[in-house]
Every structure is written in structure tokens, then in C-alpha cells.
């Protein structure tokens, strides 16, 4: 089967095509030609050049194909580039579905989140929620995605939770290392690694029962914010005070970090999707949707200790 995979360069997408080569699948990867090649470079992989955001470019990608795996989306934004949440995550995957129906693809299989809602107060989880009402008002065979937290080698989420435990905020504590919690710390989440994520994939782009399914995925575990800062420290061998502040505290302070830092390692977008609970059905949902145990968080987080979150995407 020819699949077209958007998004192949990301942390997830490369996880996505070597198992979607390994699966024996023709893969042609929509890149932009700004793009950093090296971990698709070993993979037998077509690369087709393609701004989402440019629908001029796209049609030429899916000659040929069968399936297309969308996955491109940004968590923050750039607007100083142009790169906003409603241009990539919104439009971006309506450009996608027009030239997926103009190609007349056989399944449009869309990588959503966890969270998404149709509430502009939220422009990550609205734009995302927008990107799959397009998929969905396509009336193309369709699957939706929606994963917790994904952790493994490359995340943004644990690598910068290692980098302030590494490294905290001295500020008002010189002597005494803090990293601060937001709120109670008590947002639960449910971690998937990774390549159990790829591995889901295997199954979405090829078997009927999922065609005009929403399936929502996380791994074995719930952890709350504070357990998963913990097992942080644990990992690295590190303990650090934890200081729990209200979020209305740590808004102005994030806000003006995210004028003065290139990459703050909050963003306010993130920091007002804290509160909400980012976790799935069950804990046994992808054994009982994809019949194979994911990997547990506490068994696979010692990647932490030798990546730090040098590379971050736009
Ligand atoms: N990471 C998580 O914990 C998590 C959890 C739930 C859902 N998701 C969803 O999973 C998907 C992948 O996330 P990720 O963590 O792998 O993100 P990522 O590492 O930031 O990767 C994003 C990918 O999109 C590409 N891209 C960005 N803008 C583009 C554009 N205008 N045209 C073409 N390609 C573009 C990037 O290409 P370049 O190499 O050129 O930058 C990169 O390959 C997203 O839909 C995200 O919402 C992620």
C-alpha cells in the first residue's frame, strides 16, 4: 500500500514510518524542504517537498496513494514567521483533506490529541478540534487519533522536565534549587511511549473496523504532574524542592519568559491546558483496541539521562 505520511521529520513521525516500512508499506513523506533528513535517511522512504500550508504544494504528493497519515500540527506558535495555530493545525489539515479528496484516497487517517474542543480559549486543542471537524465534514473514510501524553527519546515534554531538574530556576532560591509545580500538581495524565504510538499506526491505516472511529489511546499508567516530577528526580538521581504555585501566580511570570527566551520551557497556551485531566478510557485500552501491551513510563524513561531538549520544532 502507498501511504503518504505528513509530519515524518517530528517525534512521532519518524517512529511512524519505520513502522510503517517495517510493515512492508510504500511510504512518501511530505517534508518541507527546510527540513532535517537524518532520522528518516536510513528508511526506505520516498520524500516528496510540501508546505501544509501551501496547497499549491501538495496535490503532487499523492499520486499514487492509498492512505494518507497526517500528523503535522505545532504546539506553539511563531507568529513573527507566520507559523500560528490556525494556519497549521486548522488550515493546514484542511489543505490536507481537499487534496486527499481531489486524489480520491482510499483512508485519511488523522493524528488529533487528547483534549481537543471546540473552545477558542484553548487555540491548541480548538485548532486541532477544527483540524478534525475538516476530516470528518470530508466524508472521506476516515480514522481519528486521539493520544495522551507521548513520551520516548526526542519528547518535549520529559526532556524539559529533565532540563529544570537539571538546571533550576535559581531566581529567589540560590541555595536552594526549586522547581516550581504548577497548581496542586494533581493533572493526571496517561503517558504512551512512543513506539507503541507508531506501532497503533500499523493497524489504523490498514484494518476496516476503524474507518469512522475516534480512538482515543494512553499507556498502562496514570501519573499526576507531581508523580511524573518525581520519577524525574528519581531518574536522575536528583532531588530538588518543589515549590507548588497557583497557576494566576505563574501566568505573568510565563508570559514574560515567552517575550524574552527564544523556547520558554512553558508556554501560556500550555499552561492554561494544565488543569484539565489528559487521560484515556482505561488503562488497558490499547491491549484491548490493538491487542499488544504498551511499554510502561518508570521501565523506558532513562532516555532522560542523556537527552536534553536542545531541538525543539516549530
Ligand atoms: N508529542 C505529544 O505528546 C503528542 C500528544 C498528543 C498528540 N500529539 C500530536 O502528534 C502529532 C505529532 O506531534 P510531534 O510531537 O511528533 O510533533 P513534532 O515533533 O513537533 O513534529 C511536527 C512535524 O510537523 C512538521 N511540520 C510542521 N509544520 C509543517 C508544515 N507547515 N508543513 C509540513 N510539515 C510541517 C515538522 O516538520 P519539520 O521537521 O520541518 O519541522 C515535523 O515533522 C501532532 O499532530 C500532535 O498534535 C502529540
Avoid at 63 to 74: C, N, R
Avoid at 248 to 273: I, K, S
Wanted: with cysteine; hydrophobic share 40%; charged share 20%.
Amino acid at each position: 500500500m502507498m501511504v503518504l505520511l505528513t509530519g515524518a521529520t517530528g517525534f512521532v513521525g519518524q517512529r511512524v514510518a519505520r513502522w510503517l516500512v517495517g510493515m512492508g508499506h510504500q511510504v512518501r513523506c511530505l517534508v518541507r524542504r527546510t527540513a532535517d533528513l537524518t532520522n528518516l535517511q536510513p528508511l526506505r522512504v520516498e520524500i516528496w517537498h510540501g508546505d501544509v500550508t501551501d496547497p499549491a504544494s501538495l496535490p503532487g504528493a499523492f499520486a499514487g496513494v492509498d492512505t494518507v497519515v497526517h500528523l503535522v500540527a505545532i504546539i506553539r506558535e511563531q507568529p513573527a514567521r507566520g507559523i500560528t495555530f490556525q494556519r497549521v493545525n486548522a488550515e493546514g489539515t484542511r489543505h490536507m483533506v481537499a487534496a486527499a479528496r481531489q486524489a480520491g484516497v482510499r483512508r485519511f487517517v488523522h493524528m488529533s490529541a487528547i483534549g481537543v474542543r471546540d473552545d477558542p480559549r484553548y487555540p491548541y486543542w480548538h485548532t486541532k478540534w477544527l483540524g478534525e471537524q475538516a476530516v470528518r465534514e470530508s466524508g472521506l473514510p476516515s480514522v481519528v487519533l486521539r493520544p495522551s501524553l507521548i513520551f520516548g527519546e526526542g519528547d518535549e515534554f520529559f526532556t524539559t522536565l529533565a532540563d529544570l531538574v537539571r538546571k533550576p530556576p535559581s531566581g529567589l532560591f540560590p541555595l536552594a534549587p526549586m522547581v516550581p509545580v504548577p497548581g496542586r500538581g494533581a493533572t493526571r495524565f496517561q503517558p504512551i511511549f512512543v513506539e507503541d504510538v507508531g506501532r497503533c499506526f500499523t493497524h489504523l491505516v490498514t484494518e476496516e473496523r476503524f474507518l469512522g472511529q475516534v480512538v482515543t489511546i494512553g499507556g498502562p499508567d496514570l501519573y499526576t504532574y507531581e508523580q511524573m516530577l518525581d520519577l524525574v528526580m528519581e531518574t536522575l538521581s536528583r532531588r530538588r524542592l518543589k515549590v507548588h504555585l497557583p497557576l494566576a501566580l505563574m501566568r505573568p511570570n510565563v508570559w514574560l519568559l515567552e517575550r524574552l527566551l527564544p523556547h520558554p520551557p512553558v508556554t501560556t497556551v500550555q499552561l492554561d491546558m494544565f488543569p484539565f485531566d489528559n487521560v484515556a478510557e482505561s488503562l488497558d485500552v490499547v491491549e484491548r483496541t490493538f491487542g499488544f501491551r504498551p511499554k510502561r513510563l518508570r521501565d523506558e524513561i532513562g532516555y532522560i539521562r542523556k537527552s536534553t531538549a536542545a531541538r525543539h520544532r516549530s
